[in-house]
């Protein structure tokens, strides 16, 4: 199982990035994925999740910028992300679990200038 993400640049403050990240391979039923960030010299942070039945939560420094959606047909996740700043530089991962196990994506970076 590969997780493929995509989308990341660079953008201006104020500007938009849309992420995807695409699985392949042998991985049935995907119930939550999500995207987590990680900035230069910081931890792995959650950024959003969303479930099987497209319950969204995010964490409070994105909320209302950010927005996570799902494929489930082609078990893809996005992550629409407006209102860019500073702080949200940061290689973007994506998460998807399937039967209590984890796959993760190889990251794609985003950078914003202010």
């Known amino acids: 199982v590969q997780l493929q993400a995509s989308g990341g640049g660079l953008v201006q403050a104020g500007g938009s990035l849309r992420l995807s990240c695409e699985a392949s391979g042998r991985i049935l039923r995907i119930t939550r994925m999500g995207w987590y960030r990680q900035a230069p010299g910081k931890g792995r942070d959650l950024v959003a999740t969303i479930t099987s039945d497209h319950r969204a939560d995010y964490s409070d420094s994105v909320k209302g910028r950010f927005t996570i959606s799902r494929d489930s047909v082609n078990r893809a996740a996005h992550l629409q992300m407006n209102s860019l700043e500073s702080e949200d530089t940061a290689v973007y991962y994506c998460?998807?679990?399937?039967?209590?196990?984890?796959?993760w994506g190889q990251g794609t970076l985003v950078t914003v200038s202010s």
């Open positions: 998460k998807m679990e399937a039967f209590n196990r984890e796959y």
